[in-house]
């Protein structure tokens, strides 16, 4: 009879119905059917010669010798016909002694039918489970020690061959390749030679040779016979279809094969009906049609498990006491479809349901609750009755009980129970009832516990069992060990204790173990029955009981014979992580695995009950922070998006129960900061730190600016008081402890930073927990525990793991003394027994199977450990057992771990341990902490290089943190180069920052970048001492004395000119309220390569078109210096701290319009005003004459009215007229810090003074025209007349107070020249000065400047005839000033630049000065610096004629009084100018602008926005050129010598002339002579020691450092051809024009930076993932610790070897991951190109992407497509056809240009979306990546953005990201708040595409490569 399965086709429900019903009814009634099968039966005919005859076939039983080894009830009253069928062929078979493979589907229904048979025919059975442990002792022979010597026991294929038993074997695709060879001969000729040295012999040859030689001999000849009883059944899996070994072909040639598929639909269902009487007989037939179809090969095309079948009898048993109960729950018990099938998957597994309607039906039940417990009284011991409600009703049914009481109050003190978890305990007693049970969930959603509370409401004790990756069979069973005479004994693991004593095993983690090593348990779980290897057996209760019976004997003799019962009421209940939906890798849940257990999901919890178990856990937890709390983790858990899924598993229900405990002690404290840090958002990739916050902003969790600032002004120091430790505000009591060597000590310096750590981790301390320290290397996580310890005075135990550590290692070190094994105690054991704290340094490195263990220990408390010894945490367990280590009250753990993820690789401890513990995030020390820890390094380091160190190494944690270089610089490195510094304080930075960078000294991209880091901090790393590159000095002319300035007196009073005052309250208008933007600055250090005057140099943010036209430094104290900058197109303010990393920026546009048509050119100057203002400024507008005061605290800006006559400020009258200059008006600034100003119209006759802290302003008249007003002191002006230059002084009184309004003097100034006779100097030619000193030069500097001691008030001036003039005496003194000039050789403003000088813009300018005339004084060092025209410097004085000039945007011109020398400085012209030259040159005669900064520097900023810092001051220079040089280090060219000083005195005489040699040789070397050369201790030259120098006339010569480093030109000049010669060549091989090749370089230049980076990740993770493994049982390599006992005994094959891995037989193939590149070529691209360059940044990106996975196709098959309004799908690169070399990938280049060029206008951004999902969905691959990269303006083409949203999640496999490249306003960014979090990018600077394309990268593609 065929013993296929009937699929059962047909409509839904119609034509399939009825079949079946048809079908029932032939198997109930029997009738027709069977005659037609022509039934077989089995007769047993007992008697003698009992004979089994199953139909045809009869066999002769023997007696058994050992009964107790033939198989118990295994046989039923009813055997289904098919297994009758397959007796009968195995009878046959066993007849033709043959031996049998049966093979077949996973279950247990191949073992049963060989147990069956072997208790038909009366056969002892040797059973053995292989796995992938199996070794050829556990078949053949295995050695022992007995009384100190090894002797040979046999195994089961031994003792079967020799004792004619049957050998079962099962598993055979679990063992290993080379194992089984091993029974070849065994199994064809039944021979086979043993390890002691006996042959076993088939039993024809024996007795052949017994005929002729005595039985004696042949035992001396050592030969043993085999029965001929002797049979192998052996059990396997078809491996193509299931995973496994396939079989070796000499081995499967040597069986007889039978299928032994599922039961028949027929028999199957008589066998269901029969259990399930309840149960109507469609819904069983419906039930068993939908599990066969689910085997069909259909269904496994698409990729479903088989359902298991053998588990439907479980199925119906439920359904039986509970038939109102729905089936589809049922179903989901057996088959978890939900757990482990894809989206496709479960549609299929649901139609099925529906088909055969199964689905859930609105009457069908769920199980709520569970009433009541009681054990049962009377026969039945171990048992109880449970009553469960369902709906409405009761049902009570018996379960197996535990040997303790029952738990009689269901409530305990830490189970909250919510509805979920009592549905599930109730639907748990219902499996309960039949079968072992499996409760998968996520991590931390309470399996343990939900465990726990079952086994303590049936009374059972527990047996925790952690299961890890490289756990044997043998930890699970059994395991050897030394009895104290040194004997080799076998202990039972917890498992099979549990399974004696009858309690729960409860197995945590069986997604870890290795499907191989689980093999061995099937047995157990599917029979209850267990053969160990020593021999014992452990057999199912009623068999046990069936065996004394039948054998009439006691327990002991039973237990003699080693057989046990396994007790009633033993269960398993196995905890697992779901498996990964879609990974090829973790599918732990296969066939087989189905076949055991029935399975639980238990879900987390939802909203309402998470808040119910917390609020009743921690009850006075703040419920505000509970529900914001709930809503992020809820929200993140519904997502089906990776990042927020691994979020969500951070935040478990068990982190968030430690959140709250710690919020209902500090209740102060911020959510924000809690969860960040549950989530470790510190080490996040950036994606998922993005959706973190995204997601926290949602939920209304925020941080403020004002938290942060109470956070760092909090005081953070630690004090010990009383035996009080207090650290900020937590205080905890010393621990008192006895072992103080224990106690760490370490140098500990605090900082904020680490305080703020260490009392977090003290509030988590208190709370009970354990901590985990995560951070990068040397950031201080040793030194932070370590002084966290001393502080509490607590002994710690300290563990390294690394890559090689075991689960042994962790616990036991085992060792051999004397023959018997010891076991040293790791110091984990000695922490767990004495209460100390174990530091576990480096978790991350070892593997996270084996740092897994430490979870059972951390959550509770309990571990067993290799020899046989347990740690339990209660005490109440202990009673009576020996062997146990109570957990010490007072023990903790804290485990250190770098942070996840590349450059570390190590194992993600945090993902996989993560939640157990309390994490902290340990960073580098915030700027002010780090600096005040390396000053209590270096206390003698200068503070600037500290500064230096901090601000460079903080950069480049940044960078390390964009990803852009992969070594994060930790504090560590930049501690030792301070300790270099302090101890070798002459030694430069430059030279010892290069002990941390060497290492990437070969790496050119990441030696660029850090060159560039460090030279932009000031760190001279590379420079020569000799670097100076200061300006040439010339030299002054001398000063002349000019003659006088007098104040004509007047005689009487009448003549006094007299200037009437009037004083008015300003009008205020206002304010307004404008936004400050702010912009972080580049800020370059200059004095890198070398020293200049420059200091350092940063670029304001300009647009192209705009003009700066006013620069100001306020005048405060050095370090707090803010610099102005106004711009006039469009009219702006920008300001910024000298010393900052960010300026400001307010944009003025909206109060001076551009007007159209009228040549209006805004000119705005600026004077910044003091305290009590500070921070306000004032801005004049020339023109218009409109004043405004604006607050750069908070934006408002006033306007001041300060002339009440408009009249004056109306506008001229046309454009076109305005061809007459017209006059403006002017700002004297120079007393703005004193909150005062003066305003004044060129050629107008007032002066206005606005004081603006009173308010008010003070008008002067004046019967003169004004040209200019300087302000040379607070109460005395110079005025300057408009037409004839002729000077006044106008005095006034210091404070005009309103009330006297006093008139205000005005003298004239006549100047008188010196000599009347020469030279006669006419009034017609007086000039007006550029500057004037508002104070006087210090003594000294006028002394100097004059050439004469001389004390007296001066001013400095400048104007174009003279370099400087002093005049002594003005303005203070009214008697004749003297006046000194330095005259130059040409007035300025005679020589204009010829027009030849093109590249000078100044040249074409106007008549009319410049409103900017650029020329400062700089009192305190004595000099007066403008700013030239280059056509005004000298340039063929300053450089030589073979130079040509550099471009300058100007000279500073820079006069010292001091040395009497010019100097002239280029700056370097600016990166982009203005196109409005004309209106450049009324701003300036030179393209920048001049301001002092500070008493000695100056600022310049040229018209594209550089802003430069200079030095000009001599003795400034010089200090600074000395730190200079002493950062570089002096390397003088003197040669290191190596001195050996001797103690005996006799090698160092005191410094002597030395003798004088009468020849005069020259002397070289020794201490003899003098005038030699390099001696010791004599007088000469070059030497050491010697007392003074002495030259012999002798030449010497030194060569230059300098030349000794160079290397010789020609070497260089061959290199660079070389270079160029096989560039060319390169070229030519691939066809690519030399212009291709530039333009090629372009794009790929652009991204060669992050290509590098990429390529390196690349590398690591290839690296990684080719990381080897320990290969066991080798006969060569380490000993492995496992198998010391076997090495004792003498196998071969103890030791272990790293070697490459086998892949997991039946795992998959790695498929490479495929990624598709989706980009924008529409015409917008080509269109905004030129505003933003979007297209060539796209093109850069996808020149990127092809270079970065270059060589790497076998990990990443991508391909690229554009879409534009021609189409979505528009190929340009195909995955097959990649490009290969530049020239290709140039050409991919150019299409996409080109198409943006010609193509039709519109978008398809969405469906080119939609179809690269679709489409690449449809190849095989391990991961799915598409990336769209758009320009898309969705609202334009009234695209809703949450449409697309929806696209970019169509599907869950593919990951698909989009880049908008950031277009108007912020559309933007709400787009972005529409799309799904950490999935779409805004790339407002086209920058930073490929910036964005490499973060996607590095965090998600390679994350999990």
Excluded at 1517 to 1539: A, C, F, H, K, Y
Excluded at 1883 to 1891: G, V
Aim: net charge neutral.
């Amino acid at each position: 009879m065929q013993s296929r399965v009937l699929c059962l086709g047909g409509g839904a429900g119609g034509p399939a119905a009825r079949r079946v019903r048809l079908l029932l009814r032939q198997v109930l009634g029997g009738g027709a059917a069977a005659a037609r099968g022509g039934r077989l039966e089995v007769r047993a005919l007992h008697g003698s010669g009992d004979t089994v005859t199953i139909g045809d076939v009869s066999f002769k039983l023997k007696i058994p010798k050992n009964p107790e080894l033939v198989p118990q009830n295994y046989m039923t009253d009813s055997l289904a016909q098919s297994v009758v069928h397959h007796l009968r062929w195995i009878m046959q078979k066993d007849l033709l002694g043959q031996d049998v493979f049966l093979i077949g589907p996973p279950g247990p229904l191949r073992r049963s039918i060989a147990m069956q048979y072997l208790e038909l025919t009366k056969r002892e059975v040797e059973y053995i489970a292989l796995s992938r442990d199996t070794t050829e002792t556990d078949l053949k022979q295995r050695r022992e020690i007995r009384d100190g010597s090894a002797f040979y026991l046999d195994q089961c294929a031994v003792r079967a061959a020799t004792k004619g038993r049957i050998l079962v074997l099962e598993g055979l695709e679990k063992a290993e390749r080379n194992v089984l060879p091993v029974l070849n001969n065994l199994l064809e000729n039944r021979e086979m030679q043993l390890e002691d040295g006996r042959f076993l012999m088939s039993a024809e040859r024996y007795d052949k040779l017994l005929q002729d030689h005595t039985q004696s001999e042949l035992d001396a000849w050592k030969i043993v016979r085999v029965s001929e009883d002797f049979r192998v059944i052996a059990l396997g899996l078809p491996v193509p279809k299931y995973s496994g070994n396939p079989l070796d072909p000499p081995l499967r040639s040597r069986f007889q094969a039978r299928d032994v598929y599922h039961l028949p639909f027929r028999d199957h269902l008589q066998l269901l009906h029969s259990i399930g009487s309840n149960i109507s007989t469609e819904r069983i037939s419906q039930l068993l049609s939908f599990a066969t179809t689910l085997c069909s090969q259909e269904s496994s095309t698409l990729g479903l498990p088989d359902f298991p079948l053998d588990s439907l009898s479980a199925a119906v048993h439920i359904l039986d006491s509970f038939p109102m109960m729905s089936v589809q729950h049922v179903i989901d018990r057996l088959y978890p479809y939900n757990v482990f099938l894809g989206q496709e998957g479960r549609t299929a597994v649901k139609d099925t349901l529906k088909r055969f309607e199964l689905q859930d039906l609105e009457s069908h039940l769920l199980p709520r609750r569970i009433t009541k417990v009681e054990s049962v009284h009377g026969n039945k011991p171990f048992k109880a009755d449970v009553t469960v409600q369902i709906g409405e009703k009761k049902v009570t049914f018996q379960v197996p009980a535990g040997t303790g009481l029952l738990k009689k109050r269901p409530r305990s003190d830490t189970f909250i129970r919510t509805s979920s978890h009592n549905q599930l305990l109730a639907e748990m007693m219902q499996s309960h009832m039949i079968k072992d049970m499996c409760l998968i969930g996520g991590k931390g959603c309470g399996k343990t516990v939900i465990a726990k509370e079952f086994a303590d409401t049936l009374g059972y004790s527990i047996e925790p069992i952690m299961l890890y990756q490289d756990m044997t069979a043998r930890d699970l069973l059994q395991q050897r060990y030394t009895l104290p005479n040194g004997d080799t004994a076998w202990r039972p693991s917890p498992l099979v204790t549990a399974a004696l004593e009858g309690k729960l095993a409860i197995l945590d983690g069986i997604h870890r173990i290795n499907p191989g090593t689980l093999a061995v348990l099937q047995r157990l779980i599917h029979d209850r029955e267990l053969t160990l290897y020593n021999g014992t057996r452990l057999l199912r209760e009623d068999r046990y009981q069936n065996l004394k019976e039948e054998l009439q004997i006691s327990d002991e003799n039973l237990q003699e014979r080693s057989i046990y019962p396994i007790h009633p009421s033993f269960r398993i209940v196995v905890l697992a992580e779901p498996p990964v939906i879609g990974s090829s890798t973790q599918q732990w849940l296969s066939p087989e695995f189905l076949t055991l257990f029935l399975f639980h999901n238990v879900r987390s919890l939802s909203k309402n009950e998470e808040i119910q178990v917390i609020k009743e856990m921690v009850p006075n937890v703040p419920t505000v922070a509970v529900k914001q709390l709930l809503s992020l983790t809820h929200k993140l858990r519904e997502t089906n998006d990776a990042t927020a899924q691994s979020l969500a598993s951070s935040l478990s229900t068990r982190q968030l129960l430690r959140i709250c405990r710690r919020l209902s002690q500090h209740p102060d404290e911020n959510l924000y900061y809690a969860v960040n840090k549950a989530c470790l958002s510190r080490f996040l990739p950036s994606l998922a730190r993005s959706a973190l916050h995204k997601n926290l902003q949602d939920s209304g969790i925020e941080t403020s600016s004002d938290d942060m600032k109470k956070l760092e002004e909090k005081d953070y120091s630690c004090e010990i008081n009383n035996g009080i430790l207090k650290i900020g505000s937590v205080t905890m009591p010393i621990y008192n402890s006895a072992e103080k060597m224990k106690v760490p000590d370490v140098l500990f310096y605090e900082n904020a930073q680490h305080m703020m750590v260490m009392e977090d981790m003290l509030k988590d301390f208190l709370l009970g927990e354990h901590l985990l320290l995560v951070g990068n290397q040397g950031v201080g996580k040793n030194k932070i525990v370590d002084r966290f310890l001393h502080l509490l005075n607590r002994p710690r135990e300290y563990l390294q793991l690394h890559r090689d550590t075991t689960v042994q290692s962790l616990t036991l070190q085992p060792s051999v003394k004397d023959g018997v094994i010891i076991y040293e105690d790791s110091p984990l054991v000695k922490a767990v027994k004495f209460g100390h704290i174990l530091v576990i340094d480096e978790a991350d490195k070892a593997p996270t199977n084996v740092t897994c263990v430490l979870k059972t220990l951390v959550e509770s408390g309990e571990m067993v450990l290799s020899d046989g010894r347990r740690i339990v945490a209660n005490h109440a367990y202990v009673e009576g057992r020996e062997n146990v280590i109570v957990v010490h009250p007072d023990f903790r753990m804290i485990v250190l771990a770098n942070r996840p993820g590349f450059p570390f690789l190590g194992n993600d401890f945090f993902g996989t341990l993560g939640d157990i513990f309390s994490c902290h995030a340990v960073d580098n020390p915030k700027p002010q902490s780090e600096l005040a820890m390396l000053r209590q390094y270096g206390p003698d380091v200068p503070e600037p290089i500290l500064q230096k160190l901090v601000a460079a190494f903080g950069e480049l944690r940044s960078l390390a943190d964009q990803g852009i270089i992969n070594y994060p610089y930790s504090t560590r490195e930049v501690v030792n180069i301070v300790k270099h510094l302090q101890k070798f304080p002459t030694e430069g930075l430059a030279n010892v920052v290069r002990n941390v960078f060497d290492f990437d000294s070969y790496n050119n991209e990441m030696r660029e970048i850090l060159i560039s880091t460090l030279h932009r901090h000031g760190i001279p790393i590379g420079a020569k001492p000799t670097n100076v590159q200061l300006a040439k000095e010339l030299p002054l002319p001398d000063h002349k004395f000019m003659g006088y300035w007098k104040v004509d007196q007047p005689e009487n009073a009448q003549q006094k000119l007299l200037c009437p005052t009037e004083t008015q309250k300003i009008d205020i208008k206002g304010p307004v309220y404008l936004n400050i933007q702010a912009f972080p600055l580049e800020r370059h250090e200059a004095r890198s390569l070398s020293f200049t005057e420059e200091l350092a140099f940063w670029t304001l943010p300009l647009g192209e078109v705009n003009l700066i036209c006013d620069v100001t430094v306020t005048k405060e104290e050095e370090a707090e210096n803010v610099l102005f900058v106004t711009t006039c197109n469009p009219v702006s303010l920008y300001f910024m701290n000298v010393s900052s990393k960010t300026g400001y920026f307010v944009d003025l546009y909206d109060l001076f319009p551009r007007t159209v048509g009228s040549v209006w050119q805004p000119f705005v100057t600026v004077a910044p005003l003091g305290n009590p203002l500070k921070g306000q400024v004032v801005l004049h507008e020339e023109e218009s004459n409109v004043v405004l005061l604006l607050d750069t605290n908070n934006g408002a800006i006033h306007h001041l009215l300060l002339l009440p006559d408009a009249q004056e400020s109306s506008r001229r009258t046309s454009w076109w007229n305005s061809k007459e200059e017209k006059s403006n008006y002017k700002m004297c600034r120079e007393f703005s810090h004193k909150n005062w100003l003066v305003f004044y119209k060129e050629t107008g006759n007032r002066l206005i003074v606005l004081d603006v802290l009173e308010g008010q302003t003070h008008t002067i008249s004046l019967p003169i025209n004004l040209k200019s007003v300087f302000l040379a002191a607070e109460d005395r002006w110079l005025l300057v007349e408009n037409e004839t230059n002729q000077k006044f002084l106008l005095t006034k009184r210091a404070h005009m107070e309103a009330e006297d309004s006093e008139v205000c003097q005005l003298y004239a100034l006549s100047e008188e020249p010196a000599d009347m006779g020469f030279g006669l100097t006419t009034a017609s030619e007086l000039c007006v000065p550029h500057a004037v000193s508002s104070d006087q030069l210090s003594s000294e500097n006028l002394s100097a400047a004059v050439g004469q001691k001389i004390s007296s008030p001066n001013r400095i001036f400048s104007d174009e005839h003279n370099y400087a003039t002093i005049v002594i005496g003005f303005p203070d003194l009214l008697s004749p000033s003297e006046v000194y000039s330095w005259k130059r050789n040409s007035s300025l403003s005679h020589k204009r630049a010829s027009p030849s000088d093109s590249f000078y813009y100044g040249a074409r300018r106007k008549t009319g000065a410049a409103k900017q005339t650029n020329c400062v004084t700089l009192l305190a060092s004595n000099q007066i610096v403008r700013m030239l025209a280059p056509g005004d410097v000298p340039l063929k004085d300053i450089y030589p004629k073979d130079v040509t000039p550099p471009q300058a945007a100007g000279y500073l011109e820079v006069t010292d009084l001091n040395s009497k020398k010019i100097k002239y400085i280029a700056i370097p012209r600016s990166q982009s100018l203005s196109p409005y030259t004309s209106w450049l040159s009324k701003i300036s005669d030179t393209d920048a602008l001049l301001a002092p900064l500070g008493k000695v520097g100056l600022v310049t900023v040229d018209m594209g926005g550089g802003v430069r810092l200079w030095e000009t001051g001599l003795d400034s220079l010089q200090r600074s050129l000395q730190d200079w040089r002493n950062m570089i280090g002096q390397e003088d060219g003197r040669p290191v010598q190596i001195t050996i000083q001797r103690e005996s005195g006799l090698d160092v005489s005191s410094p002597k002339h030395g003798k004088v040699d009468p020849n005069n040789m020259p002397h070289v070397g020794g201490n003899t002579w003098a005038g030699g050369t390099g001696g010791r201790d004599t007088a000469g030259l070059g030497g050491k020691g010697g007392p003074y120098r002495l030259d012999a006339g002798h030449k010497v010569y030194q060569v230059s450092q300098a030349e000794k480093d160079a290397v010789p030109e020609e070497v260089k000049r061959a290199a660079r051809e070389m270079g160029e010669k096989a560039f060319k060549q390169r070229l030519k091989e691939i066809q690519m024009s030399e212009y291709d090749a530039s333009t090629y370089e372009r794009f790929s230049g652009a991204v060669r930076r992050q290509v590098q980076s990429l390529r390196i990740i690349l590398d690591n993770l290839q690296a990684k993932g080719k990381e080897r493994q320990w290969l066991k049982h080798q006969a060569v390599g380490e000993l492995d610790d496992a198998k010391i006992i076997d090495g004792l005994t003498g196998e071969k094959a103890i030791y272990k070897r790293r070697g490459e891995l086998e892949p997991q037989p039946g795992s998959p193939q790695q498929k490479p991951k495929r990624l598709r590149l989706v980009v924008d070529v529409s015409g917008s691209m080509y269109r905004f190109n030129g505003v933003d360059g979007r297209l060539e940044r796209s093109m850069e990106a996808v020149c990127m992407v092809m270079e970065a996975l270059e060589n790497y196709e076998h990990k990443f098959k991508y391909d690229i497509v554009g879409h534009s309004g021609d189409g979505f799908n528009i190929a340009l690169v195909e995955s097959d056809k990649v490009p290969k070399n530049n020239k290709q990938r140039l050409e991919i280049l150019k299409i996409m240009h080109a198409h943006a060029q010609f193509c039709m206008s519109g978008d398809n951004t969405l469906e080119g979306t939609e179809h690269a999902i679709r489409e690449i969905a449809k190849e095989e691959a391990d991961e799915y990546f598409v990336i769209v990269l758009s320009d898309a303006n969705l609202e334009r083409y009234g695209i809703p953005p949450s449409r697309f949203a929806q696209v970019l999640t169509t599907n869950n496999q593919v990951n698909a990201f989009a880049i908008f490249i950031g277009s108007l306003g912020d559309q933007a960014d709400r787009l972005q708040r529409t799309l799904p979090a950490g999935r779409s990018f805004i790339a407002m600077d086209t920058k930073e595409i490929p910036q964005i394309l490499q973060q996607i990268f590095t965090s998600t593609m390679l994350s999990s490569a």
